[in-house]
């Protein structure tokens, strides 16, 4: 019983911060397309003025891979989290191929995403203060939910 509701807590856990980091990732998508200043809804503290920290990094290099903006790629990342819960967490899923049919783990490949987003995370933060000298509190805050899911993850697939 208490591993059912520590498992359920996990996955909560992980509904919330994948939720939390959408809305992160949607706001630097919008910031990197150049929409954040028409949003007049935006409170100030979170960057929306133009010339802001938040605003200026999504203009930098350090702002794409593989030339799309990191934040869209946060927000498929997130949604295939979002996803995965609404799915009910499956561990895997079964393919045929002629009349093979085989079990792919769902786990490894999102731990494996997950360690990327991370790795990419702790590159930025050294990006951001090292070579742009630039506070960031929504990067900041995007990389450290990147880092409990990651530690959610892990917890959600191991016995």
Not at 95 to 122: C, E, K, P, Q
Request: with cysteine; aromatic share 14%; proline share 4%.
């Amino acid at each position: 019983m208490i591993l059912a509701n520590h498992h359920t807590l996990v996955i909560i856990l992980i509904l919330l911060l994948s939720l939390a980091g959408l809305a992160d990732a949607l706001y630097f998508t919008f910031a990197y397309y150049g929409r954040i200043r028409h949003m007049k809804w935006i409170p100030e503290i979170l960057c929306a003025r133009e010339g802001s920290s938040c605003v200026t990094v999504v203009q930098t290099p350090y702002a794409r891979v593989f030339g799309l903006p990191n934040s869209l790629l946060g927000a498929v990342y997130y949604a295939l989290l979002i996803a995965w819960v609404g799915w009910g967490t499956p561990v895997g899923f079964a393919a045929s191929v002629g009349d093979r049919t085989s079990i792919y783990r769902i786990g490894w490949l999102l731990i494996t995403i997950s360690a990327a987003t991370v790795a990419l995370g702790f590159y930025l933060i050294y990006a951001l203060r090292r070579k742009l000298h630039v506070d960031c509190p929504l990067c900041y805050a995007g990389h450290a939910i990147n880092l409990a899911l990651f530690v959610l993850l892990i917890l959600n697939f191991t016995p």
